[in-house]
């Protein structure tokens, strides 16, 4: 089976490899009406964890913590949570002087809400082969452990929930003995629980990265972007196309920027300062200030993470 999988991979890389970005030639494309600032390129959003609360909590805590930590799409603070409204107040003076104070952008709170524990006898079983002879399985008992809890995110310093990730998970392990110790399951299974949820997190807080260059070749389109292999980029990793445009209220003379999604790419070379993007399909022409984010979808390469 690893044979196997080699064997692909060295097919995928291959057709990978069979783009030369020198063969395209660059194009004068038009430029986005909202070009990003210096800051807006650079910046990883600043994340500060405030309380896990409900049995285990601290376990909880520590593998978020973990998680989170291993995003490279965003800072991770290392401080104490003060108040709601300190934390705030921090945020607007940073904002508002365009500086760095050590201030959250986002806030993230954990509950446990329930932990389930279960236990199920399993009686020895008789059996008999095609030649007649009988057989006898062991009995044996299932302890299983259930864990439900959600975390909750919370942008400044607006103060709006920005999401709420609820998680679930059950494990379990089975002994010839009616007697469990269920503390270390049970610390697995949260374990377990709070790492299912670094994809989402991973989709929440994904980098963008702004298009600066475009080239071209026959009908195949290539992009180059500000997304580097520090916020987390990887060859072979999808993306999804963004555009901003200026969108009028309706019954008013106002008008509100909407982000609308316009193609998809996947990443074909990735440096620590620029990403390469073969455009795989697009609704509209893409602009010079239009933006990729990483979708973070399953994909082939995930058996050898």
Wanted: hydrophobic share 35%; charged share 30%; net charge positive.
């Amino acid at each position: 089976m690893k044979y196997l999988f080699f064997i692909i991979s060295i097919i995928f890389l291959g057709c990978a490899n069979k783009i030369n970005i020198n063969e395209f030639t660059p194009i004068n494309a038009p430029k986005s009406k909202f070009l990003p600032s210096k800051n807006e390129i650079l910046y990883k959003p600043q994340i500060l964890i405030t309380n896990f609360s409900g049995s285990y909590s601290n376990y909880a805590k520590d593998f978020l913590k973990i998680t989170l930590s291993n995003i490279k799409s965003i800072k991770l603070l290392n401080r104490q949570f003060k108040s709601l409204k300190e934390e705030i107040k921090l945020s607007e003076i940073a904002k508002s002087n365009n500086s760095n104070l050590d201030q959250a952008d986002f806030l993230i709170e954990g509950k446990i809400i329930e932990i389930t524990k279960k236990r199920i006898y399993h009686p020895s079983q008789r059996f008999k082969d095609k030649k007649g002879r009988i057989y006898y399985t062991k009995a044996y008992y299932e302890h299983t452990v259930c864990v439900k809890g959600e975390i909750s995110i919370t942008k400044l310093p607006e103060n709006i929930i920005y999401q709420t990730l609820p998680f679930y998970k059950c494990e379990y392990e089975t002994t010839s003995s009616y007697y469990f110790d269920y503390k270390p399951l049970i610390i697995e299974t949260i374990k377990s629980a709070i790492y299912n949820l670094n994809d989402k997190l991973k989709k929440i807080f994904a980098k963008k990265g702004y298009i600066f260059e475009i080239r071209k070749k026959d009908n195949d389109i290539i992009i180059k972007t500000t997304l580097n292999s520090n916020f987390g980029a990887k060859e072979n990793e999808n993306v999804d196309i963004f555009t901003i445009k200026k969108i009028k209220i309706p019954f008013s003379n106002d008008y509100k920027k909407e982000i609308l999604k316009i193609g998809e790419g996947k990443i074909i070379k990735v440096t620590n300062e620029y990403s390469w993007i073969l455009v795989k399909k697009h609704s509209q022409t893409i602009k010079i200030g239009d933006f990729v984010k990483m979708n973070y979808k399953h994909s082939f390469w995930d058996i050898f993470e």
